[in-house]
């Protein structure tokens, strides 16, 4: 059974950072690319980034280009995501998620989603 546990959210001031973990109970967890997404209060959820199964490859919403940063430690099972210069419009629930198909899958395309975990910016 697959199950993703996202962890370190809170809330903070314009400018800090933070740092999400997502902890990652899959046998082949290098067969996954791992995406990261969020739901932000009365919108529809979006894509935030989602790196390969080597870690070679990473993709950015525009959004955050430039000041998030994700990562992976297949060794853990872990996949990281990087957050510098928040803005009180990154307030939003964040979601790690593991899809099989490889490049930037189509958010329909992740089968396995974590619980989510808050984060607020404030200004």
């Known amino acids: 059974q697959v199950q993703l546990v996202e962890s370190g959210g809170g809330h903070v001031q314009a400018g800090d950072s933070l740092r999400l973990s997502c902890a990652a109970s899959?046998?082949?967890?290098?067969?996954?690319?791992m995406g990261w997404f969020r739901r932000a209060p009365g919108k529809e959820r979006e894509f935030v980034s989602c790196?390969?199964?080597?870690?070679?490859?990473?993709y950015y919403a525009d959004s955050v280009k430039g000041r998030f940063t994700i990562s992976r430690d297949n060794a853990k099972k872990m996949v990281y995501l990087q957050m510098d210069s928040l803005e009180p419009e990154d307030t939003a629930v964040y979601y790690c998620a593991a899809s099989l198909l490889p490049g930037r899958p189509s958010t329909t395309s992740y089968n396995h989603w974590g619980q989510g975990t808050q984060v607020a910016v404030s200004s």
């Open positions: 790196i390969s199964w080597s870690g070679g490859s990473t």
């Open positions: 899959i046998l082949t967890f290098t067969s996954y690319t």
